[in-house]
């Protein structure tokens, strides 16, 4: 079968959606850092939308840490497809926005000089939560990390994306170019600010009079919505029959997306709203809702059902006790800590467990569990806090918290080892290995973990009873008849 590639698209079968415009005449606005999936799912579609109109704000992608997705999509001239899935089938689309994709390990300058140069007015990052080399915890920037200290040593071959935002914007600013805006697409909390912090600090630190003016530059939060499993084999097979090409990375996702922006761009920006996004003043109204509520249902379901021996969130949700707990996890513990509307929240929640029923999503329960110690503080840990700040319970939320550690034991319930991907997988296995059998030791070494934890809630006693009993339940009784009791005394 011929690849997917500019030469081969006019050989896609008729009915499958192409780009509405010539790509020859297209040229790059954005860069962006971290081209994962979610990326090609979410904001490469929205830009899609927009370049027949806008032809000046196509993107070029960059690889950080490894050359997969370059090596994928190069032989394609950046086309892929993205095959929206529900229960009636796949329905497959061409997307053309992304113009090539760089190896930031081996195409370092090329980089660098295309993120200073003045055609490039938006820089947009998904590195992940690991990928800005800050505390979690804090939200502030990590100078031990070993990107940042090698960063700083060598200021203008940077590994790290602060070191590689910091260099760029420090060229444009001798070059007496306007900055760009830096827009993280990453779950991170309050990510347009938590992101100025950190770029700013590792500026400052580099030169203070850089980090004085880079203190300046807009950076814009998001917040970002839209469920994208891991491509399988199988998905690549079904792509390849819709589209009548192999593509080499398809992205399978949902119907459902949402984007919402701060509209401050100084140097200007697309027009994200024809295609959808919704342009506002304030992003963390709606951001709190999707990390308390999305991400904090994934990450206690994943942690849950993968222990449980559920593959897939779908069939998590085939199952009444994990339904009422997740429904009373959003309902009862988070919507009380959220400023919005009842009535929309209600919405957004029914909208959730909809979605996390769809059966044609394989969204790998293993998956979501990946870095969870990064997560933990956003997704579920920040509630936690406000639920004890108004002496309020959190059995629910605790429970999340409790099947996280006994998840990252690394042992399953019939013995069996788990695949445990995180930053800190070595040294929460080594807590683990200490304390395999008392299930309250386990709890104080994990809970000592200041970059999950913070001293607050480590050493906070409502805090440590409620994990601690839930931990302990976990490995007495096992994770079906912990969740049962957990909804049947909460109901």
């Known amino acids: ?9 006019a050989n896609v079968p008729a009915g499958v959606r192409l780009p509405d415009y010539d790509r020859e005449q297209i040229t790059p606005g954005i860069v962006h850092l971290g081209i994962g999936a979610f990326h090609r799912a979410h904001m490469a579609v929205y830009v899609d939308d927009l370049l027949k109109t806008h032809p000046d704000w196509a993107i070029v992608g960059a690889s950080l840490r490894r050359p997969d997705t370059k090596e994928a999509l190069e032989p394609q001239d950046g086309l892929y497809t993205v095959a929206v899935r529900d229960a009636e089938g796949t329905h497959p689309r061409v997307i053309g926005s992304i113009l090539k994709v760089l190896d930031a390990n081996t195409q370092r300058e090329e980089l660098l000089a295309l993120m200073a ?24 920037l990590d100078q031990r990390h070993p990107d940042v200290v090698h960063d700083l ?20 600013h001798a070059a007496g170019i306007t900055p760009f805006a830096v827009m993280s697409c990453d779950n991170l909390p309050s990510n347009g600010a938590t992101v100025k912090r950190i770029v700013s600090k590792f500026a400052a630190l580099r030169d203070p009079a850089l980090g004085e003016w880079i203190s300046t530059v807009a950076f814009p939060g998001t917040m970002v919505d839209r469920i994208v499993p891991s491509t399988t084999d199988a998905d690549r097979e079904t792509v390849a029959g819709l589209i009548g090409a192999e593509d080499a990375w398809p992205i399978v996702t949902e119907p459902f997306t949402q984007w919402v922006i701060e509209d401050h761009f100084p140097d200007g920006r697309p027009p994200f709203e024809k295609a959808g996004a919704q342009m506002v003043s304030d992003v963390e109204p709606f951001e709190r809702m999707k990390l308390r509520m999305l991400n904090g249902s994934h990450s206690t379901m994943a942690y849950l059902g993968y222990l ?4 897939y969130i779908s069939d998590v949700m085939g199952d ?12 009862e513990e988070a919507m009380p800590t959220l400023d919005m509307p009842r009535d929309e929240l209600e919405s957004y929640r029914d909208d959730l467990l909809q979605r996390f029923r769809n059966p044609a999503l394989k969204h790998r329960t293993w998956q979501i569990a990946m870095d969870g110690s990064q997560k933990l503080p956003q997704r579920l840990l920040g509630t936690i806090r406000d639920r004890l700040a108004a002496g309020q319970p959190f059995e629910r939320l605790g429970l999340g918290v409790a099947a996280w550690m006994r998840y990252v034991v690394g042992i399953d319930e019939n013995g069996e080892s788990i695949d445990v991907r995180d930053p800190l997988a070595m040294r929460m296995m080594a807590i683990a290995a200490d304390n395999i059998d008392d299930a309250e030791e386990l709890y104080i070494g994990l809970a000592a973990l200041t970059e999950v934890f913070g001293t607050d809630l480590g050493d906070n006693q409502t805090f440590g009873e409620t994990v601690a009993t839930h931990l302990d339940s976990l490995f007495e009784i096992g994770v079906r008849e912990t969740v049962a009791e957990v909804v049947a005394e909460n109901d």
């Open 1 to 9: 079968m011929t690849r997917l590639s500019a030469a081969t698209l």
């Open 153 to 172: 040593a060598n200021p203008t071959a940077p590994k790290s994306a602060p070191g590689m935002l910091v260099e760029a914007l420090a060229r444009r």
């Open 320 to 331: 009444a006790d994990f339904v009422a707990l997740i429904h009373g996890l959003m309902t």
């Open 308 to 311: 449980a021996g559920y593959e």
């Open 117 to 140: 140069s003045p055609q490039i007015r938006i820089v947009s990052l998904t590195v992940t939560e690991k990928g800005y080399c800050h505390d979690p915890a804090t939200g502030e």
